[in-house]
């Protein structure tokens, strides 16, 4: 009887757990640095493709809200435990990535950056979401304001 309660419970429990994780865990950072910072690179660009979109649509008189909501989507989760991407010893000294040191010497600070970007992304959603292209615009601009607030101090130019 235990045994089949147990057995049912597991049924129940684990497809949840993973609903749970795959909300909050979008993409998963591979355990080698190489590997992660190639990841971390990839993950960047789509987030910033990601964004051009938006940008791109609210700009145009015809702005497509699907791809709006789509992306508006990868931007939120992009935002949704950004640490993860920044373990110590992934920094310069691992090999050539735009992160730089100052992520892991100034972690106050780059904690901040990452909290006004989770801060202004679930707007940029939400406004996404209502379909209302002035909010998405306003959303927009904060979040891109919380984007290169953070570069500003944590990334170098591409080369
Ligand atoms: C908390 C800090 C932080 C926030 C917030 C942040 N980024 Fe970045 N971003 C970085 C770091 C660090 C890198 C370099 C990653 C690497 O390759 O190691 C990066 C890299 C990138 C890149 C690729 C590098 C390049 O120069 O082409 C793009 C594109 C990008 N970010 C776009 C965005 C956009 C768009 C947002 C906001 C919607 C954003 N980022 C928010 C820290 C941040």
Redesign the pocket.
């Known amino acids: 009887m235990n045994r089949v309660r147990s057995a049912l419970a597991a049924a129940v429990l684990i497809p949840a757990l993973a609903l749970v994780a795959q909300a909050s865990e979008p993409t998963t950072v591979p355990s080698n640095v190489k590997e992660l910072?190639k990841a971390?690179?990839d993950h960047?660009?789509k987030?910033?493709d990601s964004?051009k979109v938006i940008r791109d649509q609210t700009k145009g008189d015809k702005p497509d809200l699907a791809a709006i909501k789509t992306a508006a989507k990868v931007?939120n989760d992009?935002s949704i435990n950004?640490e993860k991407w920044?373990p110590a010893g992934s920094g310069p000294e691992a090999g050539k990535?735009?992160?730089?040191p100052a992520?892991w010497s100034k972690p106050d600070e780059?904690k901040a950056?990452?909290k006004?970007?989770g801060e202004a992304?679930p707007k940029l959603q939400a406004a996404a979401n209502s379909g209302d292209v002035g909010a998405i615009k306003a959303a927009f601009g904060d979040?891109?304001k919380?984007?290169k607030?953070?570069?500003e101090k944590?990334?170098a130019?591409?080369h």
Do not use: D, N
């Not at 990535?97 to 730089?100: A, E, G, R, Y």
């Open positions: 910072q971390r690179h960047y660009h987030l910033g964004f931007v992009a950004q920044f990535t735009q992160s730089l992520i780059f950056a990452i006004a970007f992304a979040t891109g919380t984007c607030g953070c570069h944590f990334r130019e591409e």
